[in-house]
């Protein structure tokens, strides 16, 4: 009965297993038609129902509710499954991430890929929060797929990774993060990939990764898949060539309703040159900008934020310094909006934590870095705020292209200094419609003083004001583009007093004029590792001692401060020695004794006249220059002690009342009746509260005298303890002398109360002739006595207790 049952299985897996081949064959032949089609044929596929997918690929997609397709997805996804190498550009919000987590799955799909098979498929993004969104969007359309999949990202834990990162089919990582288990994890084996994609690929071939991904494609098999896609492609020879790129195919989506907006790239162009194509932003995006002093950014941030409470703003700044400045000194005052932050420096819990509550907000204004400038689909977005001027035109198309994504309107608006306003001209030249506003002099205010009274208040927020000011300065003087970006333009002063701050903090920027982009984008491990001595060893301490500003102080601050040095050797001697000092007996003594020819009159003025500057200081004086107790002596001034009261004003801790004061307070008789009837009345309690107390100690020591005569009646003496009486001393108070009169030494009971524990003492000395009868004899002995109460009585105690 169970054998046809057996064999009914088996075929049913059979029959499984040749309709997926028959899906295969078919899609294989109708990838091979669909490459040979031109690219108006292609733009004629409007479904994902038309492509040649697999049916686990199609059940995901419409699960997910993805059903129409993109231009760019009309492209590549075909000549990516015909497994070409393929170089994508796009403008932002297009539907890249679909162009190529779809055709992974169906090539792992069409390779029969298993687990045991390894790793696959790799996909690099720059930024962990593109990461996160793409291993989010592969889990969603590759539901009904038995592949395994992984994240791998900073700020995660190293450990659990290594112990799963070799069972994994698909990749989804940083280029840090993946060299570091190419390093460190014995498990990771990347012999049998297939597909490698670099999403945000300019990004990640730029100077901060270019170290990282070299070193990840040396450790890659050449003959692979590879797929770059971004808004802003390059074409530089080289670069393609550290990718082993194959002929690859160059798709560059061209907007039907404005063919000019962009620069074709010839597939067969070979000139070494780094040349960009130019995708447009966005075409339901309204672009703004306005030309404003330096100092009045903030205020401007401020009067646009609370004129627009009920939408979803987006600002960018260039250093995570300036975001977390802005953040702390915007938040205390309130603005009527929620306000987030987001920067590299956070850690991974807090960053995925706030772009998780920016996603789901309807109304919210996050301050971040450009962290968040790349492949983040933040829905709804209404405005994008770029404070500080981006980089160039590349970083400006990636910011504002977090707004009017997937058809939906926006507007984005950049706050120029007057020395920034070339780069309107390069947006221009590269076709990007951008207008100039104006704001009305009624909606502007100013947050200067409030931002004062908050570093004036705050020494915590004044170090952040400082480091916000010097990280701008340096950021502009890193740039690239000298024609856009000049230190020599920034009006310090009143730059820094927008912050709030007093005045300009200085700013030391080291390794001369041609440092540029490449140490704006060095990471801060490697530079620090560059700029150490490799013969030096420097512990933690060290870098602590070291350190600088660590609370509230400033280099600025120093400037108050002309007695202090600025190496901080010698911290322990005299800074100062223009003062006067005392000069003790001894100095007097030198003094004289080098005019020794002299009356002492000329060795007084000698000793008036001695220069402290010329001469060594002695170490008494330095000593007593150090000492704030000593000085106070030499001054002749006392300390005083004072006390606060509810207010916080100070008051001496005895105060005297005046003679004014005592008169008012009524006739001497008056006041000395009522003290006395005062402190009668304390007396009186108490008097009250000390009887309570002694009959609650005598009924406890009744007690305590009853348990003993029971254990004594139950045979406690055989167990060798030893019960003595015991008198109070004259030395000992009151309380000591109403304790029990019993005392147990050398009790082996093991109860571990606390009342038992009271009762023990040291045991007493074992006499060396002294018989175990004896013994047992001393120990079962109790004397039972009466409460004495007078001195007959306690004389008639002791001569029983000595034996008499």
């Known amino acids: 009965m169970a054998r046809p049952q057996k064999v009914k299985k088996d075929n049913k897996r059979k029959l499984k297993i040749e309709a997926d081949n028959n899906e295969l064959k078919k899609n294989e032949a109708l990838i091979e038609q669909l490459s040979t089609s031109s690219p108006a044929e292609l733009q004629k596929l409007t479904k994902f129902d038309d492509l040649p997918l697999s049916q686990c690929t199609r059940k995901g997609l ?175 020879v080289s670069d393609l060539a550290r990718l082993s790129l194959s002929k690859p195919k160059y798709i560059s989506v061209v907007d039907p309703e404005n063919p000019t907006a962009v620069l074709g790239v010839s597939e067969t162009s070979n000139s070494s040159s780094s040349q960009v194509t130019h995708v447009p932003t966005p075409k339901n995006l309204e672009q703004f900008y306005m030309i404003l002093p330096l100092d009045e950014k903030l205020d401007m941030l401020w009067s646009f934020i609370r004129s627009h409470l009920k939408s979803k703003i987006l600002v960018f700044f260039s250093s995570s310094k300036q975001v977390r400045f802005v953040y702390e000194s915007f938040r205390r005052m309130q603005p009527g909006i929620p306000l987030l932050h987001l920067h590299g420096r956070q850690k991974q819990s807090s960053r995925m934590e706030t772009t998780s509550k920016f996603m789901k907000a309807r109304s919210s204004c996050l301050l971040a870095t450009d962290v968040v400038a790349r492949g983040i689909d933040f829905p709804e977005i209404e405005w994008i705020i770029q404070v500080d001027c981006p980089e160039d035109v590349p970083t400006y198309i990636h910011r504002v292209g977090r707004s009017a994504r997937a058809g939906k309107s926006g507007k984005a ?149 002309p007695a202090e040095d600025e190496d901080g050797e010698d911290f322990l001697n005299v800074k100062r020695r223009d003062h006067e000092l005392e000069l003790d007996d001894k100095d007097n003594d030198d003094l004289e004794s080098d005019g020794s020819d002299e009356n002492p009159r000329d060795a007084d003025d000698a000793a008036r006249n001695y220069n402290i500057d010329e001469a060594l200081t002695s170490k008494r004086s330095q000593k007593k220059a150090l000492s704030k107790k000593q000085s106070l002596l030499s001054s002749g001034k006392s300390s005083t002690k004072l006390v606060f009261d509810e207010e916080g004003v100070a008051h001496p801790l005895y105060e005297f009342d005046t003679e004014a004061d005592f008169k008012n307070a009524g006739l001497p008789e008056e006041q000395r009746a009522e003290f006395v009837n005062t402190e009668l009345q304390e007396m009186e309690q108490r008097d ?117």
């Open 688 to 804: 009250v509260d000390d009887k309570e107390t002694v009959k609650l100690k005598r009924a406890e020591k009744k007690r305590r005298r009853k348990e003993l005569e029971r254990l004594a009646r139950e045979g406690a003496g055989d167990s060798g303890d030893e019960m003595v009486a015991r008198l109070p001393s004259d030395n000992e108070n009151e309380s000591d002398s109403d304790a029990s009169s019993f005392k147990s030494f050398g009790s082996d009971s093991d109860s571990g109360s606390d009342e038992e524990s009271e009762l023990q003492a040291p045991p007493a000395k074992r006499k060396r002739f002294e018989s175990q009868e004896s013994k047992r004899a001393a120990s079962s002995s109790v004397i039972e006595v009466e409460e004495p109460e007078t001195l007959e009585d306690l004389e008639l105690l002791s001569k029983k207790l000595l034996g008499h």
């Open 413 to 561: 608006l950049l706050m120029l200094s007057e020395g920034e306003k070339v780069f309107v001209e390069n947006l221009k030249t590269r076709r990007i419609p951008i207008t100039e506003i104006n704001v009305r002099d009624s909606k502007k205010a100013s947050i200067k003083p409030e931002l004062q009274a908050q570093l004036f208040q705050d020494p915590e927020l004044k170090y952040l004001a400082q480091k916000a000011f010097i990280s701008y300065v340096r950021s502009v003087y890193l740039q690239h583009s000298k024609e856009v970006f000049n230190v020599e333009n920034i009006p310090l002063e009143a730059f820094a007093q927008s912050f709030g701050l007093v005045s300009a903090p200085n700013v030391k920027i080291k390794g001369g004029v041609n440092i540029g982009k490449n140490a704006k984008n060095i990471p801060r491990a490697l530079k620090e590792t560059k700029n150490s001595d490799k013969t030096e060893v420097r512990t933690k301490y060290d870098r602590i001692f070291n350190r600088q500003n660590q609370n509230i102080l400033s280099e600025h601050y120093q400037k108050l401060n």
């Open 62 to 236: 419409k699960a997910s509710h993805f059903t129409d397709l993109t231009d760019v997805q009309k492209e590549c996804i075909i000549p990516a499954l015909n497994k070409q190498d393929l170089l994508v550009a796009a403008r932002t919000g297009s539907g890249k991430t679909l162009g190529f987590l779809i055709p992974v799955l169906d090539r792992l799909n069409m390779e029969k890929w298993t687990q045991l098979d390894g790793l696959g498929a790799l996909i690099l993004t720059p930024t962990r929060e593109l990461a996160l969104q793409i291993f989010e969007v592969l889990k969603k359309i590759g539901r009904y797929h038995t592949f395994s999949a992984g994240l791998l990202i900073g700020g995660n834990n190293i450990r659990e990774e290594k112990d799963r990162v070799g069972r994994l089919n698909i990749l989804v990582c940083t280029p840090g993060r993946l060299l570091q288990h190419m390093d460190e994890s014995p498990s990771f084996d990347s012999n049998n990939l297939q597909v490698l994609v670099l999403d945000e690929a300019d990004r990640i071939m730029d100077m901060g990764f270019k170290k990282a991904v070299d070193a990840i494609v040396h450790n890659l098999p050449p003959q692979r898949q590879t797929m770059l896609f971004s808004a802003t492609q390059t074409k530089n």
